[in-house]
């Protein structure tokens, strides 16, 4: 099992509050309060932080504080659309270009992603996700756009998971991820890239839920 450093576990908690209403648009966070509420170390917090305001999720403004983000969806959704582009001709080169070690990890990382479907967890789910996501990046041989990819994955990490508690969507995501995954196994460069753009721009459908809540809670 994979051990998932402090940072990245108080920066999950943080992601899922926010995004949850806990800590509410244009709400300052006390680094001192979240100290004790996490039972850990300043470290940990500062970089937790530091990771949500590269996400937009928080704006670390000086000799001020940090800010809770006033959500632009729109913002959010432009890049997911660009996101799915990325994923598409990532796709499109690793069916062409996959070796059959990295098939194999493939198969693994989706057996990984079914057994938390199974389970609901959302969380372990999204590290699974993740690297099945990772290795058809790793496998484009194209360093530039496994970079840029990459980046932006980072920046829209906190929406990609909450989407993962819209009612069914993992199983759905799941059954995408096969499709995917099929494709580029047959070598077929079309259909993967269309299944990897498809599977991307979803998620973005599955956000109008969390349109309404960031308005409410905005406007209370």
């Known amino acids: ?3 998932v ?6 920066r999950d908690a943080l992601e899922n509050a926010v995004l949850d209403g806990h800590y509410r648009p244009g ?4 680094p001192t309060q979240l100290e004790k509420e996490f039972g850990c170390s300043r470290t940990p917090i500062r970089e937790a932080l530091q990771a949500l305001e590269r996400s937009g999720l928080v704006q670390i403004r000086p000799k001020q504080g940090t800010y809770v983000t006033e959500l632009g969806i729109s913002e ?13 001709m990532a796709a499109r080169l690793a069916a062409g270009r996959i070796e059959r070690d990295a098939l194999a990890e493939l198969e693994v990382a989706l057996q990984e992603c079914e057994q938390h479907a199974i389970s609901g967890d959302a ?11 990772g290795i058809i990046n790793d496998s484009c041989g194209n360093d530039y756009l496994r970079q840029q990819a990459f980046a932006l994955k980072r ?3 906190p929406y990609r998971r909450l989407q993962l508690r819209v009612p069914d969507r993992m199983r759905r995501s799941m059954a995408e991820h096969r499709v995917i995954a099929d494709a580029i196994a ?5 259909a993967a890239e269309t299944a990897a753009r498809d599977h991307v721009l979803v998620q973005v459908k599955e956000f109008s839920n969390l ?3 960031w308005r409410q809670l905005s406007a209370s």
Do not use: C, K
């Not at 450093?5 to 108080?10: D, G, I, T, W």
């Not at 959704?77 to 994923?87: D, G, P, Q, S």
């Not at 047959?186 to 079309?190: F, I, K, P, Q």
């Open 155 to 157: 920046v829209l990490q």
């Open 5 to 10: 450093p402090e940072s990245q576990r108080v």
């Open 123 to 133: 969380d372990a789910y999204y590290y699974a996700n993740a690297r099945f996501h």
């Open 186 to 190: 047959r070598g077929d460069a079309a």
């Open 76 to 88: 959010v959704a432009e890049r997911f659309e660009v996101m799915a582009e990325l994923e598409g």
């Open 27 to 30: 709400e300052r966070l006390d």
């Open 211 to 213: 349109v309404r809540t």
């Open 1 to 3: 099992m994979i051990r």
